[in-house]
């Protein structure tokens, strides 16, 4: 790509980056090894019959369940907090080397805790990995815990609850929630109630909406779970209105180009909809989401879009700045990121 260096130089944050979808193949099998956690039957799904299989796997989902799958049998691999330290310092090496300066995650806490992995674990091992990657690099973080939409509000309220009695949201440990999984069929305001209270917390607040679910599901997202960013929010295009009030409200989406051929929500790069988000003033950044999974980081998607786009060095520079202005860090920190 022309511009690749220039990609590269640019002030990047990431904020759409799923901590258990950035276990590559490899390590997978050299957990599960370590830990004795056995993998499907290669009789069965002969993907687990090798490293190389199960890439070549990835290669072919045919939609967002059939990801998910993959996704939550890969993660059962992870069973200490120095397991998770590793996954969580490993991405942050790869974010830094790729130029991001500042990184929002999500974690999945009930995919852990409901085969018997402690919450403390999980988030002792990210913090541990996120002070490191300030330390070393100066690559500032947030961790955001994701509720599971195909699990109840009673389940996902478990979970809140937990990281509420710790303290984590009032001492910065997680900055905010998230809502992911299948969405079809699993509207928003299922999680109203703790969307709601998260609200009046001063919880930050986002869901994914719009990957797989028609445009309602970012409206209801807004409206009825008070999100204050959209992830993928590809689908908002289906909605003139809706997508003119999200670019006067300055709302974030979280974009997720190479995750979005992957699971087929488009064809290509090429159908997604940044030229119509740059000409109407919707802000948005451009993420990696489960990179390990998709083939690509969070540069990979930046000049995917730029073979598909041919965008200016000014409109880049201009997506880099809303993602700064959209990040959930201080005033300071977005100063010096600017
Ligand atoms: N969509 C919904 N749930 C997910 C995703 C996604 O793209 N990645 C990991 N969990
Ligand atoms: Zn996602």
Not at 54 to 73: A, G, P, Q, V
Not at 147 to 155: P, V
Request: aromatic fraction near 10%; charge should be negative.
């Amino acid at each position: 790509t022309p511009l690749h260096s220039a990609l590269h130089a640019l002030p990047k944050c990431e904020h759409h980056l799923h901590i258990e979808g950035s276990l590559s193949p490899s390590l997978l099998f050299r957990l599960a090894a370590t830990n004795n956690v056995p993998l499907p039957d290669s009789t069965l799904d002969p993907s687990f019959a090798s490293i190389s299989a199960l890439e070549e796997r990835y290669l072919h989902f045919t939609s967002l369940n059939d990801f998910l799958h993959y996704y939550f049998i890969g993660m059962s691999v992870l069973i200490t907090a120095s397991d998770f330290e590793s996954l969580a310092y490993e991405y942050f090496a790869r974010a830094h080397a790729d130029g991001v300066l500042h990184a929002e995650i999500f974690f999945d806490p009930q995919a852990h805790t409901h085969r018997g992995i402690a919450y403390k674990t999980v988030v002792e091992g990210l913090s541990a990995a996120q002070k490191r990657a300030e330390e070393e690099w100066g690559l500032t973080s947030k961790l955001i815990l994701c509720f599971l939409r195909h699990m109840s509000e009673t389940d996902a309220d478990v979970a809140y609850q937990e990281a509420v009695a710790l303290g984590h949201f009032s001492d910065g440990t997680v900055a905010g929630i998230g809502l992911d999984s299948s969405e079809v069929g699993f509207p928003p305001e299922i999680f109203r109630e703790v969307f709601t209270d998260a609200r009046e917390k001063g919880v930050r607040r986002t869901a994914h909406a719009g990957e797989e679910g028609d445009a309602s599901y970012i409206q209801r997202a807004l409206d009825l779970c008070y999100t204050e960013r959209i992830d993928h929010g590809i689908r908002l295009v289906e909605d003139e209105g809706l997508l003119k009030r999200v670019a006067r409200e300055k709302t974030l989406v979280t974009m997720c180009p190479l995750s979005n051929v992957r699971l087929r929500c488009v064809s290509k790069v090429a159908d997604l909809p940044v030229r119509k988000f740059l000409d109407e003033g919707v802000r948005f950044s451009i993420n990696s989401d489960d990179p390990a999974y998709f083939g690509g980081y969070i540069l990979d998607n930046y000049c995917a879009v730029q073979e598909a786009f041919g965008l200016t060095l000014g409109e880049w520079k201009g997506i880099a700045e809303g993602a700064i202005e959209g990040s959930w860090c201080d005033d300071g920190r977005k100063k010096v990121l600017l």
